[in-house]
């Protein structure tokens, strides 16, 4: 799909989308932000990474969930993610596709345990 260039003043993907994930900046090597599921509906990660062996995976990284329109908001997003068999990773679910990180008021992003993470998953 191609899309117009957005008017003056209004960061590129803003043009006939109006919900928050419309201010995600974050793209892929190739540009992509968005998954769509099987109903056709798109939902728009924090990052888009297509690793070395070709698989896509979706990085939300959630940072206000003591706010309670943004925990809705996450929580119907985690919900599309399962009914689109987008599966949450972790050591007992290897095969997800899904990272979830967070922070938050009491605790910020621990850099450290995120670049631990990616090792894990990817060895680097």
């Known amino acids: 799909m191609i899309e117009a260039p957005p008017p003056a ?3 590129a993907g803003m043009v006939g989308r109006t919900f928050l994930e419309d201010m995600l900046i974050h793209r892929s ?4 932000r968005m998954l769509v599921g099987a109903d056709g509906t798109p939902r728009w990660p924090d990052f888009t990474i297509e690793d070395r062996n070709g698989q896509t995976w979706a990085w939300e990284h ?4 003591d706010q309670p329109d943004y925990a ?5 997003k985690l919900d599309w993610y399962g009914r689109n068999k987008i599966i949450r990773w ?3 679910s290897p095969n997800g596709r899904l990272i979830v990180t967070e922070d938050g008021p009491s605790r910020g992003v621990d850099s450290a345990a995120i670049r631990a993470l990616i090792k894990q998953l990817w060895g680097r």
């Open 29 to 32: 090597a190739r540009g992509d």
């Open 9 to 11: 003043g209004m960061p």
């Open 72 to 76: 809705a908001r996450w929580k119907a």
């Open 90 to 92: 972790s050591p007992k």
């Open 62 to 65: 959630c940072g206000m969930l």
